[in-house]
């Protein structure tokens, strides 16, 4: 049976169907209490691993966990990513894998989650202006003072993961990755190989909203397990790997409930495969 944890970085051990904040509201008033109340239910319902971002909101994303969920529970991971520049009136989001950037960065997200230690702490993405070497070496400087624990990446290819991995030891990779897109099958095959931790985002679209034939095979196994489109995309990606660990997002406390019940769904083998032959040819 597959494990329904996972051991990131050999060390924290998570549930493996995580929780997205990126869709939480963060304005005042009535949103943003139900923002709070939808962090607050998934740690109710068992959720020990949510991903965050400064670039959700400039930090207020990263507020708003805090708001809803400190002092922490023990056994709860929130991952964090860095490297994403804020705009200027008229600018484009940028990357900046700048040395003084990143220091600058995970000093502010240690300060707004109101930690030490940052778990897990993930680069937004990687800068192609700047080394590599230089970018994670900033990390690992704060992996060696003990504030952070792991290095993540995220939209990754294999060759980057792998030179990354002669420089840092790499816990988690965050590609966009679901039944119906597989662009990056071959970084999660990198990754199981290795053992680290594959964050599919966006992880049930568009198989939930998927037309034609995919649909219909999508809407035939939900229909024999008595489940949606959404936990059916669920279930067949944590039968993918077992270093597979959505993170779906939602606003909705009903929608929260409904993925975080995907985790409990048993495909068979034969569902499992059915689903699997539905990737479009140039994706799979």
């Known amino acids: 049976m597959t494990s329904s944890t996972f051991r990131i970085g050999g060390e924290i051990d998570v549930r493996r169907l995580g929780f997205g904040a990126m869709r939480l509201p963060t304005e005042a008033g009535a949103a943003r ?56 009136p008229g600018e ?54 003990g504030r952070i624990g792991h290095i993540g990446l995220s939209e990754v290819t294999v060759a980057e993961l792998e030179e990354a991995r002669r420089i840092v030891d790499v816990a988690s990779v965050q590609n966009r990755y679901n039944l119906l897109d597989r662009e990056h099958e071959a970084v999660l095959d990198a990754c199981d190989a290795a053992g680290i931790a594959f964050l599919p985002w966006r992880p ?16 035939a196994v939900a229909a024999e397990l008595d489940a949606t489109a959404a936990q059916i995309a669920l279930a067949w990606l944590l039968g ?29 083998d034969e569902q499992w495969k059915r689903l699997d032959r539905i990737a479009p040819p140039a994706a799979g």
Not at 105 to 116: S, T
């Open 240 to 268: 993918r790997s077992p270093v597979v660990l959505p993170i779906p997002g939602t606003a909705s406390i009903g929608h929260l409930e409904e993925n975080v019940a995907a985790a409990s769904l048993r495909l068979s």
């Open 204 to 219: 049930v679209h568009p198989a939930s909203t998927a037309t034609s034939t995919a649909a219909s095979e999508i809407a």
């Open 33 to 88: 209490e139900s923002g709070i109340a939808v962090a607050r239910r998934a740690v109710e319902l068992g959720v020990t691993l949510i991903d965050t971002a400064y670039m959700y909101g400039w930090g207020a994303n990263e507020d708003l966990l805090v708001e809803a969920l400190y002092p922490y529970p023990d056994d709860l991971l929130i991952a964090t990513k860095v490297a994403i520049e804020r705009p200027g």
């Open 92 to 145: 484009e989001i940028s990357v900046n894998g700048r040395p003084e950037f990143l220091r600058e960065q995970v000093e502010q997200a240690l300060r707004r989650l109101r930690v030490d230690r940052i778990g897990l702490l993930q680069m937004h993405r990687l800068d192609p202006m700047v080394p590599l070497a230089d970018q994670l070496g900033t990390l690992r400087e704060f992996q060696l003072d």
